[in-house]
């Protein structure tokens, strides 16, 4: 059996036996207990203290944190906690938490209060040392080029660069986990999906490509790449992975894949127009045929030097038909121009300069143009105002050989429908009426039009 002694010889080995400063004092501050601990701690001895106010370790700036806790103490507060700063002997703080309880007589009336303290110096430490890691992290990854995030192990993504907010318009809370679907284009989430879960369930790296939506609404292409983190063990505690735009890349290999084809189909209709001179120069130049078909041949690479030292730069729309249809040459008296002069913008140039050579192409090799009485018409105008207002570009055959629609559509339709809607944004319409094929092209003016116009 204990008794009250060996109750308070118990009670006074286990306050002088702990790491935490205990201390007691009075309503006015005063130290009533000092343990070893606080000694070790604050480098005052229990002499030094016992009797004197507790305010001795508090610095100057914090003393109103003394005040703060005898009223809460006052008040019958069970506990105050925080952490703060207290001075030691030689002039220099610790970093330490601080539990304050109020301490209670036989009749139930506060007579002070017990401070337990631990030194936390080294925690406060290692807690700056992290957040200056996360700070350097956060600021790294939300100013790399990429959409960035991070999952665990199951693929539950928790974290995403600002890129990604800024980019998608979304916020963490729509977004983690597999909130991420919602971003995707709705013809490749499912595979997207599936090969990433697989790629989660078996720890293998990830890599794929595919569009997401912008805040704009627009779809972008992404390289995407995520790789896991491993513990020493090899066990998988984390992913990291990116989303890189590669819209600009894609569409210029896409561009480079169109122009060599173009190429090729240029060269190819390039040998048709000169079996063409070849022959209308035989039958109405029989004596100088050599002579009249060199110069009409020189005449065919002299227009397409000024095309290319030109470099599609900004040029009057009439300018650019006139320089398209120049191989033409007496065909050329088979078309009429009309419209008001404009100029056309460096990007728009090539994309109006390919439609028009196939069109042209198109029209001496089977339309109007390979007939002496066949008529082709080009116009242009610009309606409406503000956002209302459209450019459009008009190019219609009559007189010609019987119109029919083609049952399959080549590279050269490709160059004429789809070369104007992808790179103006334009409608490209096109009929086969029995008095003659017709191409519309209507897009914004901004879309083709030079900023001045």
Request: some cysteine; overall charge negative; glycine content about 6%.
């Amino acid at each position: 059996m204990i008794t009250p002694m060996d109750t308070a010889d118990l009670f006074e080995a286990i306050v002088n036996s702990s790491d935490a400063a205990v201390i007691a004092k009075d309503l006015d501050s005063r130290v009533l207990s000092w343990n070893p601990a606080a000694e070790a701690i604050f480098g005052w001895s229990a002499d030094e203290m016992v009797g004197q106010s507790i305010r001795r370790i508090i610095p100057e700036d914090r003393q109103q944190e003394e005040d703060l806790i005898l009223d809460r103490i006052k008040r019958g507060e069970s506990a105050t906690r925080m952490e703060t700063v207290r001075l030691r002997k030689d002039g220099s703080t610790v970093e330490v938490a601080v539990l304050v309880s109020p301490v209670r007589n036989r009749a139930g009336e506060i007579v002070g209060a017990s401070a337990i303290c631990r030194d936390i110096s080294g925690e406060v430490r290692t807690r700056q040392a992290l957040t200056e890691v996360e700070q350097r992290f956060s600021l790294m990854a939300d100013n790399i080029s990429q959409l960035a995030w991070i999952a665990d192990a199951s693929g539950w993504i928790y974290w995403y660069n600002r890129r990604w907010f800024d980019y998608t318009g979304t916020s963490l809370e729509d977004m983690q986990g597999w909130g991420w679907q919602s971003v995707h284009h709705p013809d490749h989430v499912q595979r997207v999906t599936e090969y990433i879960s697989q790629c989660f369930e078996t720890g293998t790296a990830w890599e794929d490509t595919f569009p997401l939506r912008g805040v704009d609404g627009t779809y972008r292409w992404f390289l995407s790449r995520a790789v896991p983190l491993r513990d020493n063990d090899g066990k998988v505690l984390c992913w990291f992975g990116t989303n890189t735009d590669i819209t600009e890349q894609r569409d210029a290999e896409r561009r480079i894949e169109m122009l060599l084809m173009e190429v090729n189909h240029r060269s190819k209709n390039l040998l048709t127009v000169v079996q063409s001179l070849a022959r209308r120069t035989a039958a109405s130049h029989s004596g100088d045929f050599i002579k009249r078909l060199e110069q009409r041949i020189a005449g065919l690479a002299a227009n397409q030097d000024v095309l290319v030292h030109r470099n599609w730069s900004a040029v009057p729309l009439k300018e650019l038909i006139e320089a398209q249809l120049r191989f033409l040459e007496n065909g050329l008296r088979q078309v009429s121009m009309d419209g008001p002069e404009v100029v056309v913008q460096p990007s728009a140039a090539e994309a109006v300069s390919m439609a028009l050579h196939e069109l042209a192409t198109n029209a001496e090799k089977y339309g109007a143009l390979s007939v002496p009485e066949g008529r082709v018409a080009i116009s242009w105008e610009i309606t409406g105002e503000g956002d209302a207002a459209e450019f459009a570009l008009r190019w219609t055959e009559s007189d010609g050989p019987a119109v029919r629609s083609p049952e399959n559509k080549g590279f050269g339709s490709r160059i004429i429908e789809e070369v104007p809607r992808g790179k103006l944004r334009a409608t490209v319409e096109i009929a086969y009426p029995p008095q003659g094929y017709s191409f519309t092209l209507r897009c914004p003016p901004q879309n083709v039009l030079a900023c001045n116009e």
